[in-house]
């Protein structure tokens, strides 16, 4: 228990208090940070008792000699966890930003930047994650960074008001 980050002890503090119906995704910049923190929640008594969890990242396109040890996760397994998410079975996925378009996921409740989203896309598309009523969305920032979180909510009033200009 002690070894663990401030940040990481924040999280599973928080997961810890969320209502026993969530169902969320905690968003990750890199597949070593993914693979570690799937398994740490998944290891930590606070955290395994409560969810059942799993893991979606990229998956490399690198040719076989070159590989590293995360590019071990087979694209099979990979889709059977999204269905599983899909279906109720994993409610709480560790994942790159390879889960922020282009899948759909309508029980989702929850969304969790675990590292700071890398552009305004990033963060748009992970908060359209979580789509239910009451749903959230809670990002782990730096003290200095806090205010990132009013502008991208600034940048995205700014942008839906473009867009609905161009619609008229």
């Not at 969320?18 to 169902?23: D, K, W, Y």
């Not at 905690?26 to 059942?52: G, I, Q, W």
């Not at 490399?60 to 966890?81: A, C, L, M, N, W």
């Amino acid at each position: 228990k002690e070894s663990i980050s401030d940040k990481v002890r924040a999280l599973i503090q928080f997961l810890g208090s969320c209502h026993e119906n969530t169902i969320g995704i905690v968003f990750v910049k890199e597949r070593a940070t993914a693979h570690m923190l799937h398994r740490l929640l998944f290891k930590y008594p606070d955290t395994c008792n409560r969810f059942s969890l799993g893991i979606l990242v990229g998956t490399s396109t690198r040719p076989v000699g070159k590989r590293d040890i995360f590019d071990f996760s087979h694209h099979e397994s990979q889709s059977k966890t999204l269905d599983k998410f899909r279906s109720g079975e994993v409610n709480l996925l560790v994942a790159t930003s390879v889960l922020e378009e282009g899948i759909d996921v309508p029980q989702c409740n929850l969304v969790i930047c675990f590292d700071e989203p890398a552009n305004l896309k990033s963060f748009v598309q992970r908060r359209g994650r979580a789509r239910l009523r009451e749903s959230k969305l809670v990002m782990f920032l730096e003290s200095a960074k806090k205010s990132r979180l009013a502008e991208w909510e600034r940048l995205e009033h700014e942008m839906k008001l473009l867009y609905e200009m161009e619609e008229r």
